[in-house]
């Protein structure tokens, strides 16, 4: 199997350095932690930034495709309050923002089993058009994977009613749940409730729906799968969503039943969440 994280791969920057991110990236990276050939598709710059970002890929042994451009490697300034929650400052304007499409990407679409991608890729038309132009060429039978992942003011109502109709599954936080509600009309129901009138509204197989220290659903026309979140020593919660939604997605594609990969993601991302960077190594009692 092939599976994808398409989207932004750039730098988070720290006070005390810089750690590679974005989350299509990291989420291959956590699914090739399962033993899945995961590859990560984005665009960098032809700058010492896209060099360093080519050699950590290398070095954590991820699979990748980066087309290099006439723009800089994207960065986030990261900044972390005492609880260990980020807030994010975006370049704009940068080498994911123009991820172009070419006969590699067509290839790999055409042979892909899994996408996941966001709203955060998709903020400017060109990565926009590139990313629903390899859903398109994918198998009908693939699974596409909508990880929300709202940022500041990059998305839109049409960018994100666009990206759910194409995807089986939702990931989304309990943030995002409230803007997404009142972005569809749906205030004053449940959390859960809301999942529930996503899931039929746009015909996903799935939500997974995760609520920070309190815990996750994950539901389906069929079940529903509640976790509370386990008490850990919490360094920075930067890349923990990611390794949850890829832990998830590898555990289904690898056979395991619902409440199963829901189990293993909720074990992967607390102990991310123990790690600094969101590219930690995983146990191997944890896979």
């Known amino acids: ?9 750039l730098w988070d920057i720290f006070p005390e350095g810089k750690k590679i991110g974005g989350a299509p990236a990291n989420f291959a ?18 700058d010492c930034l896209g060099d360093e970002i080519v050699k950590k890929f ?7 495709i980066l087309e290099r451009v006439d723009y800089p490697t994207g960065t986030v300034q990261v900044e972390l309050d005492t609880n260990g929650v980020p807030s994010y400052i975006i370049k704009e304007d940068v080498a994911w923002d123009n991820i172009p499409m070419t006969p590699a990407l067509e290839s790999l679409a055409k042979e892909c089993d899994a996408v996941c991608f966001g709203s955060l890729a998709q903020r400017s038309s060109v990565s926009r058009s590139t990313i629903n132009a390899f859903i398109d060429l994918m198998p009908m039978n693939s699974m596409k994977i909508f990880d929300i ?15 759910m109709t194409r995807s089986d599954i939702l990931k989304i936080n309990d943030e995002e749940i409230v803007v997404v509600a009142e972005m569809f009309g749906i205030c004053g129901l449940s959390q859960r409730e809301i999942c529930k009138v ?3 509204r746009f015909s996903l197989k799935m939500v ?9 659903y994950v539901l389906s026309q069929e079940e529903s799968s509640w976790i509370d979140t386990p008490k850990v020593n919490v360094v920075s919660t930067v890349g923990a969503g990611d390794s949850f939604t890829g832990t998830f997605i590898a555990s289904i594609l690898k056979g395991k039943t619902l ?8 074990k992967v991302s607390a102990y991310v969440c123990t790690c600094q960077g969101a590219m930690p ?5 944890l896979i």
């Open 198 to 200: 996503l899931l039929e």
């Open 259 to 266: 409440r199963q990969a829901h189990e293993a993601a909720v």
């Open 1 to 9: 199997m092939k599976i994808v994280g398409f989207g932004e791969a």
């Open 58 to 64: 290398d070095e954590n042994g991820l699979n990748y």
């Open 208 to 216: 997974i729906l995760t609520c920070g220290d309190k815990g996750s």
């Open 281 to 285: 190594s995983i146990p191997e009692n």
């Open 149 to 163: 992942n709202l940022r500041q003011h990059y998305y839109t109502e049409d960018v994100i009613s666009e990206s």
């Open 29 to 46: 990276y956590h699914v090739a932690q399962w033993g899945l050939d995961a590859c990560a598709v984005s665009a960098i710059g032809k």
